[in-house]
């Protein structure tokens, strides 16, 4: 339980810190062959961002682990304040190697408030009404889905996938000979 949330964290900390200088100054979003082995952590951050794959696994795991030590109502309210801290940070900052890149993260880190958004709607439901309500978590579960169809469709048009129709032709002949 100890290991991985907080060891491989630091780990990864250590190793990213050893070689900031090499990230800093990288020339392309990998970096050179003495970082591609490193290179999943920083590789979607801008260079001064560096460090950002770390906290984002650190976010990842406050709301993955660190919420089961607390109550329900807790819970709620500490993955409401971690989800929108870090839309704001994220936002404000521009962390990403391209601004594409920022514009999903910033739709996908919305998606845990959205959650928590109807996880209390949800309690406040069951709270006031005393009849059934199905079709108002129905109505919710809609909502949370089809703001899931729409992240996708930011990711569908998002660096990546610019990059891989302007060069298609090229991947293509990769894969043919």
């Given at each position: 339980i100890?290991?991985?949330?907080?060891?491989?964290?630091?780990?990864?900390?250590?190793?990213?810190?050893?070689?900031?200088?090499?990230?800093?100054?990288?020339?392309?979003?990998?970096?050179?062959a003495?970082?591609?082995?490193?290179?999943?952590p920083f590789?979607?951050?801008?260079?001064?961002?560096?460090?950002?794959?770390?906290?984002?696994?650190?976010?990842?795991?406050?709301?993955?682990?660190?919420?089961?030590?607390?109550?329900?109502?807790?819970?709620?309210?500490?993955?409401?304040?971690?989800?929108t801290?870090f839309?704001?940070?994220?936002?404000?900052?521009?962390?990403?190697?391209?601004?594409?890149?920022?514009?999903?993260?910033?739709?996908?880190?919305?998606?845990?408030?959205?959650?928590?958004v109807?996880?209390v709607?949800?309690d406040?439901?069951?709270?006031?009404?005393?009849?059934?309500?199905?079709?108002?978590?129905?109505a919710?579960?809609i909502?949370l889905?089809a703001?899931?169809?729409?992240?996708?469709?930011?990711?569908?048009?998002?660096?990546?996938?610019?990059?891989?129709?302007?060069?298609e032709?090229k991947?293509?002949?990769i894969?043919?000979?």
């Amino acid at each position: 339980i100890v290991v991985y949330p907080i060891g491989v964290t630091c780990l990864m900390a250590i190793l990213l810190w050893s070689r900031r200088a090499d990230i800093r100054t990288r020339a392309t979003r990998d970096g050179d062959a003495s970082l591609e082995s490193l290179s999943f952590p920083f590789r979607v951050y801008g260079r001064p961002f560096y460090y950002m794959g770390i906290i984002d696994m650190m976010r990842r795991l406050l709301l993955g682990c660190f919420l089961l030590f607390l109550e329900k109502y807790d819970q709620i309210l500490a993955a409401f304040i971690i989800a929108t801290f870090f839309v704001v940070a994220s936002r404000e900052q521009q962390i990403h190697y391209t601004p594409d890149m920022d514009r999903v993260y910033h739709f996908c880190t919305w998606q845990p408030g959205l959650c928590v958004v109807a996880l209390v709607i949800m309690d406040w439901f069951r709270a006031v009404s005393h009849d059934n309500f199905e079709h108002r978590e129905n109505a919710l579960s809609i909502v949370l889905i089809a703001a899931n169809v729409g992240i996708l469709g930011i990711c569908g048009l998002s660096v990546d996938h610019k990059r891989r129709v302007q060069h298609e032709a090229k991947i293509a002949a990769i894969f043919d000979s």
